[in-house]
């Protein structure tokens, strides 16, 4: 079993959407959350970056984290074309500084 | 803020060359980490450096790939005898590493690797 899972998708959306897109984890000493965007052939792009269980807002940007569930999710609000682009959430354990763990990606694409 | 730096951003090499990468970090910043990424997959930790000292290698670092960070800045990867195999996008990321504070890690634009 994979330390972190993500829903590949694809995700499609049209243009205003509200898009969901979650993880699931196992490990539960993850402590410190994150999403990357990742266009097509680049590297990623930090968007939200959490701290154990609660909501964390940034513009149209919402990262969520349940630790009972094991569950993460980062909601985007008034979806645009410009946010098509792959998802990753990553994870940290709070005792050790070095090895992220990321999950496979979503891809997602907003339709005009 | 120039960000992390990579280069080459493009690399085709014929199976059994050898290859290095370079990586220049964010300044400031002690931490300096590759990963690998193939298509429809998430980035794999290969290993690590916390200033000079390379902390932790994964098991996915044959005894191909070396890595190295002299006096703590830049950092090159190199992969000997390619393989197919290692057809990869490798990726460079940084990070200011405050103890029980936690980090996160700021990436590069990655260096492609096609072995034909």
């Known amino acids: 079993q994979k330390e972190v899972e993500q829903d590949p998708g694809p995700l499609s959306v049209p243009e205003g959407a509200i898009v969901s897109l979650n993880c699931t984890y196992s490990?539960?000493?993850?402590?410190?959350f994150m999403w990357y965007r990742q266009y097509s052939r680049k590297g990623p792009e930090l968007l939200m970056y959490?701290?154990?269980?609660g909501n964390k807002e940034d513009g149209r940007f919402t990262a969520q984290v349940d630790k009972s569930s094991k569950y993460i999710s980062l909601f985007i609000r008034d979806s645009q074309p410009s946010d098509s682009a792959t998802y990753l959430c990553?994870?940290?354990?709070?005792?050790?500084?070095?090895?992220?763990?990321f999950g496979t990606g979503t891809s997602l694409t907003v339709i005009p | 803020d120039t960000g992390v730096s990579q280069n080459p951003r493009h690399k085709i090499t014929k199976r059994g060359q050898n290859v290095t990468f370079r990586c220049d970090p964010i300044?400031?910043?002690?931490?300096l980490y590759w990963y690998r990424q193939t298509l429809g997959q998430g980035p794999e930790f290969l290993t690590y450096?916390?200033?000079?000292?390379?902390?932790?290698k994964s098991r996915l670092l044959s005894d191909r790939f070396s890595a190295e960070r002299p006096k703590g800045s830049f950092s090159t990867l190199e992969i000997q005898r390619t393989e197919q195999g290692d057809s990869a996008m490798y990726l460079c990321a940084s990070s200011f590493y405050r103890g029980r504070s936690g980090n996160t890690i700021y990436f590069g634009e990655g260096s492609w690797l096609t072995v034909v």
């Open positions: 450096f916390q200033n000079e000292a390379q902390l932790e």
């Open positions: 300044s400031e910043h002690n931490r």
């Open positions: 990553a994870m940290i354990r709070y005792y050790t500084g070095n090895q992220f763990y």
């Open positions: 959490t701290y154990s269980s």
């Open positions: 490990n539960s000493a993850f402590q410190y």
